[in-house]
């Protein structure tokens, strides 16, 4: 079939682009799926989830849990044993008719979430996945607005309505599908409603109509007895109208006194907005200084805590590897005193018994009384040898308690080793810091590092190519130049870091300068860049500077030639509001005084402490770097701390040789009273006890020989475990000096921002004091007019209580007086005669209120009824021409689509019913549907959805098992005619949910097939489930032939 689809345009808006199940229904994750803009196919087996993708389509666009037949409630959808399911559809929205692309872009996600309960809750996003709205009334403004009909069949088809649809043979159930399916039974129940609400309205009006009479009867009476009053009515409203008069004359008298005393005390408060406004910016700065103050505290803190944790674990791996090393040298000194005691022992014990029996045969050769000579020369020899024996003990109890000294000493040289690495280290530092020395008396630069001659060098070239729009300033330190050298120590730890810190004048210029220091310097040691506006002025700081008599700030010992520099300083560290005082005493005495110096945050001493009014640090710094005065004299000073380097010395042990000659000794003994016992004649019964002594001997020395090759291989073992807890000790060590190096910037910075807050409290108590005065001027205006407002106050309120709206009085007081007492006393006379004047008024007015409102309710009532009445029959008359002209063109299509198979017939629209009488091929007319075979009554019940397909509007399509009943012949032709339909609306998208394969469709970029994974049977498949069975087939095929054979 060729169809022409690239001429075409596909849909814009409203089409699925793709749809996403998590733990719905009974499958755990399912998709996502991406559809095609025009004819997708959704195929896989039975329990695949095809149906579940188009209830999860349905239920995520807004439908009813009844509407999906799978169903009656929501909570039903929720995998078994999961707390919620989710579902995601992603809608296409482009084009001139897309809703809201400013917010959703070109596409709209609608993400479903229900829980157990079976609540659900909407998710609408945009293309991006940022979140534009949760409301459900935003989901059905998109759906009128895309024409998405959840609930129509013609656009969602289910698999259950659609076998009752197909199966169904009566007239009726297709007459309410056509109504459903073009939304005529929708607008006929809107008139039902319409009807029903007109007859309710009518009956209120009948009966609004018959109350209304009698109201006016009752308003005519009340009107006549107030007629009566209206000569009455006229003298109350005069003498309303003079009290009026005289309440207010009184107040106007007393407003003219207040009026000038008023407008001044206005402008006084006026003026007060400006002090609130300094009051409330530097409120602003406090809060913020101290909240950044709290925030590098809390960093500061917690890299201490960090310490104090890694601290513990560090002293235990220290003692670890001290253990193990112990451990160590204690398996060592074993494996040593094993080592010379191995050829002792072959020599001493094995060589002369065995000697002793090889020499066994020859005992009888000996005559007697040789015998008796060699055996006292053998117990002569044998107390030697006993001797020998017991010193040799001695000794070898001295070697172990050598070898333990030894052991200890070499837990001393590894502590000696370490620090001599630390010694080292600072020894390195040292001469580095006495090579910058030397070198800084030809360049004072080199004081501050050795990089920094050639940064400054850096940013002189770049200055001179235009790469700086300012040139930046820097080291601070090398720019300021002490009046006092003995302040030097002070100044140092007042500025910090300042002192090599740089200032720039924009940020353009900081990032070209963070560029050349990157050059310079490594990370984490590069100087502080301050970025602020350059001025040819220093700042004036008569106001909020210290001043003292015996004593000079910061900014007063200091002679700075640049205004930059000055006003950095100024501005960072509020060097014109610290003082220096040399004695510790006197600092701590002007300090903490009754009454410490005006404006003066802090006091630094000569040593470099840090005082203020209520606590006092003591500083680490014991010299000066930067500031030094004598370049020699500084040099003499490092030479001078530089420490003498350790010397390894390990102890020797004199006992060895002494071992060695003992045991040479007892062997030369040994050795004779083996000659002695060769020449010996024992006696027969003596052989086997010198037999089983030498088995016994030969035991100890295999013994030994094992227990010294254990000992080698434990002391190996431990060897590696002590070197293994001497490198995590290394390395823990490391990391704790790493954060304690991180933590000195840190305390830097909380330095500076104390400073900050200290600055911030100072201005703004400033200007608390300027408005507190301000506000005590104001307060003595307000007590010179508190007695002429509280008069004017209850004036007012005496005249407010007469008459609340004020009037404008030219009469005088008096006059109003006498008129007002003349007139009451006519109204009293005339009271006396009519009655009680305000009842009958009441009366009047109630029964006028009550007519007038029930006749306009009728009026209001019977112009609604007939504008409803006009409508309902022009909508009604709409309604029958819609409804035939939709049967019309139902009919006409569904014709169509019988002559492509060749087949002819009618549909009969009727009252409540849809006669369908299809002609297949030579057949006569047939009566009904009745007498169709399944498959041809599935293909024009197709016919007729497509019919159907051609009058109903909606963005996207969805049939669920449309073939459930047809033959392979109507379903192709039917699936023929479906993307014929498809081609002809590229603007719309079909989705098309079948068990079939789908392999005989055409290969066509329009056409997306989608397949489904097989269900899970609990781990066994279909394939598994062929081959099981042709295994089977082969077990019964092989005993067929063992049983005939």
Known sequence: MCIDMLSLSSGEVGIVESISLKNFMCHSMLGPFTFGPNVNFVVGNNGSGKSAVLTALMVGLGGKATTTNRGSSLKGFVKEGESSADVSITLRNRGKDAYKPEL??????????????????????????????????????????????????????TQEMSKHFLHSKGEGDKYKFFMKATQLEQMKEDYSYIKLTKGLTENNVIKHEECLEQLKKKYLEKEERFKSLSSLDEMHSKLEELKNQMAWALVSEMEKEVKPIKEKLQSEERATVKYD???????????????????????????????????????????????????????????????????????????????????????????????????????????????????????????????????QAKDELEKIRREKKDQEGSMNAIKRKIENMEGSRSDRLRRFGENMPALLADIED???????????????????????????????????????????????????????????FQPGKRPQIITSPFF?????????????????????????????????????????????????????????????????????????????????????????????????????????????????????????????????????????????????????????????????????????????????????????????????????????????????????????????VEKSKHHKKHYEEKRKTHINTIKAIKACLQLKEQELTTSVAKATEICPERSDVRRAARSLDSEITRLKQKISTQQDQQGDREEIIRQYQEALQNYNNINQQVKGLKRFIVLLSKIMDDRHQAYTELRRLLSLRCKMYFDSMLSQRGYMGKMIFDTNTLLMYPCLGDKAALSDMRSLSGGERSFSTVCFVLSL?????????????????????????????????????????????????????????LIRILRLDDPDRGGFSLKSSLNYVKFLFKFIKLSLKLFLS
């Open 104 to 157: 959703f872009g070109q596409a709209i996600i609608v993400d479903l979430k229900i829980n157990r309960e079976g609540l659900r809750t909407y998710k609408l996003k945009s293309q991006a996945g940022q979140l534009v709205s949760g409301k459900k009334e935003e989901l059905s403004a998109i759906l009128d607005h895309f024409n998405i009909q959840v609930d129509n069949p013609v656009s969602m088809l």
């Open 277 to 407: 406004d300094k009051v409330e910016e530097w409120t602003a700065k406090v809060v913020e200084a101290e909240r950044k103050y709290k925030a590098i505290r809390e960093q500061l803190e917690a890299l201490t805590l960090r310490v104090q944790l890694l601290q513990p674990e560090c002293a235990t791996l220290k003692n670890e590897a001290q253990s193990r090393n112990k451990a160590f040298n204690t398996a060592q000194v074993r494996v040593q005193g094993l080592i010379p005691c191995g050829p002792f022992i072959y020599g001493a014990f094995h060589l002369p018994f065995q000697l002793l029996f090889w020499n066994l045969c020859s005992i009888n050769q000996t005559s007697g009384a040789e015998s008796q000579v060699r055996a006292e020369q053998m117990e002569r020899l044998q107390r030697d040898l006993d001797a020998l024996n017991f010193k040799d003990d001695t000794l070898g109890q001295q070697i172990e308690q050598f070898q333990s000294a030894v052991a």
């Open 462 to 520: 770049a200055h001179r190519k235009g790469q700086f729009r300012k040139k930046p300033v820097g080291p601070l330190g090398y720019c300021i130049r002490l009046n006092d050298h003995e302040q030097a120590q002070a100044v140092e730890c007042c500025l910090g870091a300042l002192m090599v810190a740089f200032t720039c004048d924009n940020h353009d210029d900081e990032k070209q300068l963070q560029r050349l220091m990157r050059d310079r």
């Open 536 to 756: 040819n002025r220093v700042h004036d700081t008569s106001q909020r500077a210290v001043y003292h008599s015996n004593y000079p700030s910061v900014l007063q010992s200091l002679e700075i030639e640049d205004p930059v520099v000055a006003n950095c300083l100024i501005d960072q560290r509020g060097i014109e509001c610290i003082l220096l005082i040399k004695d510790k005493t006197e600092c701590r005495r002007v300090m903490n005084g009754r009454q410490p110096p005006r404006n003066c945050r802090m006091a630094f001493t000569k040593e470099g402490d840090q005082c203020y009014t209520d606590r006092y640090y003591s500083s680490d710094q014991r010299r000066y770097h930067y500031l030094s005065k004598d370049v020699e004299d500084e040099i003499r000073y490092c030479v001078s701390v530089v420490p003498h380097p350790l010397k390894e010395k390990l102890p020797t042990c004199p006992l060895y040789p002494i071992s060695y000659c003992q045991h040479d000794d007892i062997m030369k003994l040994q050795q004779e009273i083996s000659e002695l016992q060769n020449v010996e004649e024992p006696q027969s019964e003596d052989l086997n006890p010198l037999e089983e002594e030498l088995e016994e001997i030969n035991c100890k020395i295999s013994a030994a020989r094992v227990d010294c090759e254990e000992a080698q291989g434990k002391m190996a073992q431990l060897k590696a475990s002590w070197e293994e807890a001497e490198q995590r000790y290394r390395q823990h060590k490391e990391s704790i000096s790493t954060l304690a190096e991180e933590a000195d910037p840190i305390k830097e910075e909380l330095s500076k921002t104390d400073q900050e």
């Open 949 to 1005: 397909w051609a009058i109903a509007e909606a963005p996207f399509r969805a049939l669920d098992e449309f073939d459930v009943y047809m033959d392979m012949v109507n379903r192709r032709i039917s699936m023929d005619m479906m993307l014929k339909i498809a081609a002809s609306q590229r603007y719309r998208q079909f989705i098309f949910l079948t068990p079939q394969s789908m392999s005989s469709l055409p290969v066509n970029n």
